[in-house]
């Protein structure tokens, strides 16, 4: 791997995480508009995200419109995913908690997407991603089983089957999260700038989601804090944090972006605890220092020797050093 892709790959992995830490606000953010269904936070959030995202990469989805259109199939399973990953996404928290919500949903995504890349893409598990991931997905799950256990009072009348329920979204949005990151890296990997790629899919995403937001929408002009919440949530984590990890996704693999998104699952967590009021038991924190230390593994650079050793691998099977895959 040479210096410049090092850096890269180091860059990727920073916008990232980034962007992780603006989505882990979403559940918090959420809550501060109890009277919007989670089927309106998720349709206006990611919905009029997505559309601006379309909006500012104008130029480049009219310089790239047919490449874009020659691969409408990936574009069009990626839109899907996107339209479909808010709503399920929002619903589990609303169901479920926003710490189980958002860890089931996030902490599912990276074996998700690894499945996906390996079915699709032949790519192999590495060795380092395993561990990540490993550390990753069992701290994921200590902090939903501590989730589980947290008081809620807004809970308090919902039915036994409500947490079940959360948990079956968490795990459908963990699989369109998946699902979009990987049609938007495929894309991306054929020379098509992120912005555009960005654009074409989540643009597209946005269409499918404003019937939606037209149906479940009217709460959010109720009162000034629900627009505001409204105009957070489409702004600042679904478009800045979408931006940055178009750019993330430019330089790392989709199965490494999930991993490293597991960050939003501290994040979320910690804010349930201090805004919200959810109490998180000692497991939660171990599991929150388990997806830190997994994010080690992930972010930290590889021995010399094992570099040389991958890339030699690589190139025997490609056939060319030039189209060494780019990535953690």
């Not at 996030?106 to 996906?116: C, D």
């Not at 994921?140 to 308090?156: D, Y």
């Not at 409500?162 to 948990?167: D, R, T, Y």
């Amino acid at each position: 791997m040479t210096t410049a892709r090092f850096h890269g790959s180091a860059w990727g992995a920073l916008f990232v995480l980034g962007a992780s830490v603006l989505w882990g606000t979403t559940g918090t953010a959420a809550t501060f508009a109890p009277d919007v269904s989670p089927l309106a936070i998720g349709a206006a959030a990611m919905g009029f995200g997505g559309l601006l995202q379309a909006a500012v990469a104008g130029r480049l989805l009219k310089a790239f419109g047919f490449s874009l259109r020659s691969q409408w199939r990936t574009v069009a399973l990626g839109a899907v995913a996107v339209a479909a990953y808010p709503l399920a996404f929002y619903s589990s928290m609303h169901l479920a908690g926003v710490a189980v919500g958002t860890v089931v949903s996030i902490g599912s995504a990276p074996l998700a997407s690894a499945v996906i890349e390996r079915v699709a893409d032949r790519r192999p598990f590495t060795r380092r991603w395993v561990g990540g991931a490993i550390l990753g997905v069992v701290g994921a799950g200590l902090l939903c089983i501590a989730g589980a256990g947290m008081p809620r009072s807004a809970m308090e009348s919902v039915p036994a089957w409500s947490a079940p329920a959360g948990i079956a979204l968490g795990l459908l949005a963990g699989l369109t999260y998946a699902l979009y990151s990987w049609a938007a890296h495929r894309v991306i990997n054929t020379g098509v700038p992120s912005r555009a790629v960005m654009g074409a899919v989540f643009g597209t995403g946005g269409l499918l989601l404003m019937p939606v937001l037209a149906i479940t929408g009217m709460p959010f002009l109720a009162s000034w804090q629900n627009l505001a919440v409204g105009a957070y949530m489409a702004l600042v984590p679904m478009f800045a944090g979408y931006v940055l990890f178009g750019w993330g996704l430019a330089r790392v693999h989709a199965s490494t972006a999930t991993t490293l998104s597991l960050s939003e699952t501290v994040v979320a967590a910690v804010l349930a605890v201090v805004i919200v009021g959810e109490r998180l038991p000692a497991p939660g924190w171990l599991g929150a220092a388990m997806i830190a230390a997994g994010l080690f593994v992930l972010t930290l650079p590889a021995p010399r020797s094992l570099k040389l050793r991958r890339e030699r691998r690589v190139e025997k099977l490609l056939g060319e050093p030039d189209q060494v895959t780019r990535g953690v």
